[in-house]
T-cell receptor, first 113, second 110 residues
Framework: NAGVTQTPKFQVLKTGQSMTLQCAQD?????MYWYRQDPGMGLRLIYY???????DKGEVPNGYNVSRLNKREFSLRLESAAPSQTSVYFC????????????FGNGTRLTVT | RKEVEQDPGPFNVPEGATVAFNCTYS??????FFWYRQDCRKEPKLLMS???SGNEDGRFTAQLNRASQYISLLIRDSKLSDSATYLC???????????FGRGTQLTVWP
């Protein structure tokens, strides 16, 4: 059981380049999330998808777009990368129960130069 | 005021010590609570959920105090392998949003 799978694990971009971070879960979860984690800032929600076909902005959505391709997959796109987007990105999913916890992917370490 | 406030530490304790972390929250309607553990450069992993009556899992005890709006994590008989950052997480009442504390760093030394 793979859980939540993120690709790539590492990426270096130049300012202005674009890229898509991929995330897939095999736990049949309805909700999926994208977070970024920066030193001293904790985890901040970028976008989330409560169910297939819906997406909503989190705390820090500017500069990002998302696609909930199907129930399994939730991708995060940076259209024009900026150095401020250098961060560790985590995808997560959870089922619908009130007490159901988040399951995280391994993370993507992105550096924008 | 932030949804979740957590003492960042660091906490440095010897093996065998008992250590406790608190986490306060601002929204009294928060519905569910968790403690996660995060090792350096790894993803957060669920340590335990926090139930209203308090719950224990081996050396770990979690408690919820709704009146004072805080949750706590107690680690007994600390091991070197307990060294990590501990995140408190709560689920709000609005759209089920999850809110993270910034984490408390624990180092257990021999």
């Amino acid at each position: 059981n793979a859980g939540v799978t993120q690709t790539p694990k590492f990426q270096v971009l130049k300012t202005g380049q674009s890229m898509t971070l991929q995330c897939a879960q095999d736990m049949n979860h309805n909700s999926m999330y994208w977070y970024r984690q920066d030193p001293g800032m904790g985890l901040r929600l970028i976008y989330y998808s409560a169910s297939e076909g819906t997406t909503d902005k989190g705390e820090v959505p500017n500069g990002y777009n998302v696609s909930r391709l199907n129930k399994r997959e939730f991708s995060l796109r940076l259209e024009s990368a900026a150095p401020s987007q250098t961060s560790v990105y985590f995808c997560a999913s959870r089922s619908q129960g009130v007490n159901s916890p988040l399951h995280f992917g391994n993370g993507t370490r992105l550096t924008v130069t | 005021r932030k949804e979740v406030e957590q003492d960042p530490g660091p906490f440095n304790v010897p093996e065998g010590a008992t250590v406790a972390f608190n986490c306060t929250y601002s929204n009294s309607a928060s519905q569910s609570f968790f403690w996660y553990r995060q090792d350096c450069r790894k993803e957060p992993k669920l340590l335990m959920s926090v139930y209203s009556s308090g719950n224990e899992d081996g050396r770990f005890t979690a408690q919820l105090n709704r009146a004072s709006q805080y949750i706590s994590l107690l680690i007994r008989d600390s091991k070197l392998s307990d060294s990590a950052t501990y995140l408190c997480v709560l689920r709000g009442s609005t759209l089920g949003r999850l809110y993270f504390g910034r984490g408390t760093q624990l180092t257990v030394w021999p």
